[in-house]
């Protein structure tokens, strides 16, 4: 099935629909949306992204949009650990060896795998809405302590596509520059960690 001005790639376990912009010689811009969301909720920070260069891939996720499972056997699992293996496998599929990597909300989560996970393939990690490790009271309270927000809000949504965009490509532009590569940054013990079994 194909979708209007969406693309289409295969892994061993899906057949994900993405949308692309920008040059296909920019550097690679992976975009995770979040639940229950689209490709398209990223419109204008893709806008703005391709605008400075970038080349940005947005897959659907599994379960959402035209993204489908190859086979009806196959167990359906929305496992942070699933998505997370879905990007990797949707960068293999594309022959990218290195990326930059934006996550929101369930993407978010996703993100933070994948980096974790295989460290050398992110060059750069963005996430929007969600705080690493900042999912409960307790966590959000130490964070506070540390002089950090803790928070896990929409309040970039709220204030308009536009704003959003903004700070997405503000985010984008300071790792690309202030912040080391996240290999670098990765602990020893995290780099050799795989985040449990291969997630079907």
Known sequence: MSTPGLRTVRTHVLEI???????????PVLLLHGWPDSVRIRDAVVHALTREGYRCL??????FGPTRFIASSTPRSG????LAQDAKDFAD??????????GHDW?????????????????RL???????????AN?????????????????????GSSASSEIA?????FVCRRVPSTASMMPASCQRRRWGRRAT
Do not use: N
């Open 58 to 63: 947005a897959p659907y996720l599994r379960g």
């Open 169 to 173: 490509v503000s985010l984008l532009r």
């Open 139 to 159: 966590r959000r309270s130490r964070c506070r302590k540390r002089g950090h927000s803790g928070t896990s809000g929409s309040s970039t949504r709220a204030r």
């Open 126 to 136: 963005v996430v929007l809405s969600v705080g690493y490790g900042s999912t409960t």
């Open 79 to 82: 496992q942070a650990t699933a």
């Open 17 to 27: 629909a993405y949308k692309e912009a920008g040059s296909p010689g920019g550097e």
């Open 93 to 102: 599929a594309l022959g990218l060896d290195r990326f930059i990597l934006m």
């Open 107 to 123: 993407g978010g989560f996703a993100a933070y795998l994948v980096a974790a996970s295989w460290p050398e393939r992110v060059k």
